[in-house]
């Protein structure tokens, strides 16, 4: 792909977007595509990094839209914090969505990730994280039954299964390994945060650990990138 045709759409795809107010619909792709002179291919993929910018939302089947501009959560990954701890330094409201807890069983993956047996019991909590309307996280987090049980998440749990073992304090946490990667949307993760699937989003597995070294929590979390800034602060090491 030349990369001077494709500078001239992402220019010409600004200026358009900047020039429309909050939630209006753009053209749809085959009309962009004939407008600016560019393949839909090619379109596509102009229009996923304005999707990861937070400036367009793409809803499967509806259409793409304008997104007011909101204020981007800004973490260092040195230390482990929910959304809602993210979200209240910005003072940027978010709120749960539709919440699914279920009981299921250990399999492979999650039995090795947890270090537990198969078939062991198992609290799977799934949730999508709003700000003004519009799904930007996608949270799955699994934990044994005596760690956390589903009658547990009844009341009061607004969506952060860390913030709820911290105020619990039971068991004591010491640290998180996290695995990191962009990585394009499934069909599942795309429905769930109103996305085209293969868009691109930040993805997160994670293994929790209390303070005897158990793996208390296995998370796989779906950040849509336009709306968070990880950063990582190293010390430099010796030559």
Not at 51 to 66: A, K, S
Not at 83 to 92: G, H
Not at 208 to 225: I, N, W
């Amino acid at each position: 792909m030349s990369q001077y045709p494709f500078r001239r759409l992402q220019t010409e795809l600004a200026s358009l977007i900047a020039s429309l107010p909050a939630e209006s619909r753009l053209p749809s792709e085959p009309e962009l595509a004939r407008r600016m002179g560019a393949s839909r291919a090619t379109l596509r993929e102009a229009m996923r990094s304005f999707e990861g910018q937070g400036l367009i939302r793409r809803r499967q089947g509806v259409g793409t839209f304008v997104v007011a501009k909101v204020p981007v959560m800004d973490s260092g990954l040195e230390v482990l914090e929910s959304i809602e701890s993210l979200a209240a330094r910005t003072s940027l409201p978010v709120r749960m969505g539709e919440l699914q807890v279920r009981e299921v069983s250990a399999g492979d993956g999650s039995a090795a990730a947890l270090e537990v047996p198969e078939g062991t019991p198992l609290t799977q909590v799934e949730r999508v994280i709003y700000t003004d309307n519009r799904p930007i996280a996608y949270l799955v987090d699994t934990l044994p039954v005596d760690v956390l049980a589903a009658a547990e998440l009844q009341t009061g749990f607004t969506g952060s299964v860390l913030d709820l073992l911290l105020r619990r304090g039971d068991p004591k946490l010491t640290q998180s390994r996290t695995d990191i990667r962009a990585i394009g949307a499934t069909s599942e993760v795309a429905r769930a945060l109103q996305i085209q699937r293969d868009d691109v989003l930040l993805h997160f597995v994670a293994q929790l650990y209390a303070k005897d070294g158990r793996v208390v929590d296995y998370s796989f979390s779906y950040f849509l990138p336009g709306y968070f800034h990880f950063h990582v602060v190293r010390r430099v090491g010796k030559t």
